[in-house]
């Protein structure tokens, strides 16, 4: 469990520092071109880790991954590209953070882990406490942003749950690399202007995205599902949130009020608690 705990909290502080790059990347580039770019280079990333012999990819019959590949990066990205053109990026964390609420209800009756019922309180303890950060008046009632980003949080579910179920058959850099290669042909299709990678704060974005953002945190995301509960893992996303607040303040010079503190704070705790609470298998 303590690699679970130390992949989760590197994944969950690349992912908060992301944010930064995505913002200075979009100011030239669309969403989906952005999306083309940094799948090529995750792809183009972990072809070059096979070479070197690295990672290895043994002869399987990887369609059985397609479900992994529609949820997640396909789907996932498609709505929440789309939702958060139409709502405000803090309404969308506040959306996107209800994936571990998500996943505590569904998961159980797919994978047959029984949660302990204190699960739930720290769950929505950790949700409340980025409620807290991201502001409870958000909300601007902008009703298909809204669903657009909620189609997100459930393709990010099923995406956790087919992980889990296929953990014994895929390795986490087989199920990573197929993720890769379908994003970069995926988005692809969108026919982006490369050119613009010519442009240093896109191509600096771009890289951080595609190797960092992409290639490590989905390997550490992977490699998690397969050894503990999604339960466990997902509220890991929550952290984002905490990493976030924490960068802005650094490097942005954003002001961290009192309630940031409270809302990081309960976070923290409801991560902490998920992960130290055991849970059973369903007989």
């Keep these: 469990m303590k690699k679970v705990i130390i992949s989760g909290l590197l994944m969950s502080f690349i ?23 940094r799948f090529s280079i995750a792809f183009l990333t972990m072809t070059l880790l096979l070479l070197f012999g690295v990672f290895k990819l043994q002869r399987k019959n990887y369609l059985k991954l397609w479900k992994v590949i529609i949820f997640q990066p396909i789907l996932y990205f498609i709505f929440e590209t789309t939702g958060i053109n139409l709502i405000p990026s803090s309404e969308a964390g506040i959306i996107i953070a209800s994936i571990p609420i998500m996943i505590s209800f569904i998961a159980p009756y797919f994978l047959k882990e029984k949660p302990p019922k204190k699960h739930y309180i720290y769950v929505f303890t950790s949700f409340f406490g980025a409620l807290l950060i991201l502001g409870f008046n958000s909300f601007k009632g902008n009703l298909l942003g809204d669903l657009l980003v909620f189609g997100a949080v459930i393709s990010a579910t099923f995406y956790n749950i087919v992980v889990r179920l296929l953990k014994d058959q895929f390795s986490p850099f087989e199920i990573t690399y197929s993720m890769m290669l379908s994003g970069a042909v995926f988005f692809n299709l969108f026919i982006p202007d490369y050119t613009l990678l010519a442009n240093k704060t896109v191509f600096v974005s771009a890289i ?19 050894k503990a509960s999604p339960i466990q893992t997902s509220i890991f996303a929550n952290l984002t949130t905490v990493i976030s607040v924490l960068a802005g303040f650094l490097f942005r010079n954003e ?16 991560v902490w608690k998920v992960n130290t609470e055991k849970i059973r298998k369903i007989k």
Excluded at 20 to 34: G, H, I, Q, R
Excluded at 255 to 270: C, D, E, N, Q, R
């Design 15 to 37: 992912f908060g520092t992301s944010f930064l790059f995505t913002k200075n990347a979009l100011d030239y580039v669309s969403p989906f071109e952005f999306l083309a770019f």
């Design 208 to 226: 951080y995205l595609g190797i960092f953002s992409s290639v490590i945190t989905f390997f550490l995301l992977n490699y998690m599902i397969s």
């Design 255 to 270: 002001i961290i009020y009192w309630y940031h503190i409270v809302g990081m704070l309960l976070i923290i705790f409801g």
